[in-house]
């Protein structure tokens, strides 16, 4: 964090509302805003579009340095098949650390700056002036992910989902190169029970408090 910049670090597993809060949170503030998993989707349609093997790591890192951070599409980004490459190449080492290098870049944008993701904290920003972990239960994140799909009109299998969080969740936490957890200092907002606007009134109060020592 630099003296002109106000860094909130956000980090939680899948569908715990940790975006949703990030965005609310940026556009209250007009701080910038970063999905970082993006950075990993963008790498792996890189490889996609270009033909690459998803195995290479010299490949990959090479083409996550060439990721522009700006104009990242949700929508484009979020298919299925990304995902699925991304999870390839987000556990190489010469990936995470060409994207822990552009997000590093990108928190020190004035004024502010709010990343998410599933290491901010703890190692693309760990003196962030204010940090969340943003989690719920399995069986919530699986509902909430099931429901998002029956909304856009798609056929969804919650048994499916529930596993694939879970396997998911194994991946994340379990993985020797930054791994999900929460940072020592972060506040923890357990969505389980808890909905969006009340999540985001919490973290407003932390991070008001935090401002005002800091006027």
């Not at 969804?156 to 969080?165: L, M, T």
């Not at 029970?193 to 985001?200: L, P, T, Y």
């Amino acid at each position: 964090m630099t003296n002109e910049t106000f860094t909130i670090a956000i980090d939680g597993p899948a569908a715990a509302g940790k975006g949703t809060l990030s965005r609310l949170i940026a556009e209250r503030y007009g701080f910038h805003h970063l999905d970082t998993g993006l950075t990993y989707r963008a790498t792996a349609k890189a490889l996609l579009d270009a033909g690459l093997p998803l195995n290479d790591e010299a490949v990959a890192g090479k083409i996550a340095r060439e990721v522009e951070l700006a104009g990242l599409d949700r929508d484009i980004l979020s298919k299925h098949e990304i995902g699925e490459a991304a999870s390839k190449i987000a556990v190489m080492p010469a990936v995470r650390r060409a994207l822990v290098e552009a997000q590093r870049r990108f928190s020190t944008k004035a004024p502010g700056t709010v990343l998410d993701g599933r290491d901010i904290g703890t190692v693309v920003c760990p003196e962030a002036a204010v940090k969340f972990y943003v989690t719920a239960s399995p069986e919530v994140r699986a509902r909430r992910r099931y429901e998002e799909i029956l909304g856009k009109g798609t056929a969804a299998d919650f048994d499916a989902i529930f596993e694939d969080v879970k396997r998911r969740d194994e991946r994340d936490m379990g993985r020797a190169d930054s791994p999900l957890k929460p940072a020592d200092d972060a506040h923890l907002l357990d969505t389980s029970e808890m909905s969006i606007e009340a999540a985001f009134q919490a973290a407003q109060s932390i991070i008001d408090a935090v401002l005002s020592r800091n006027a």
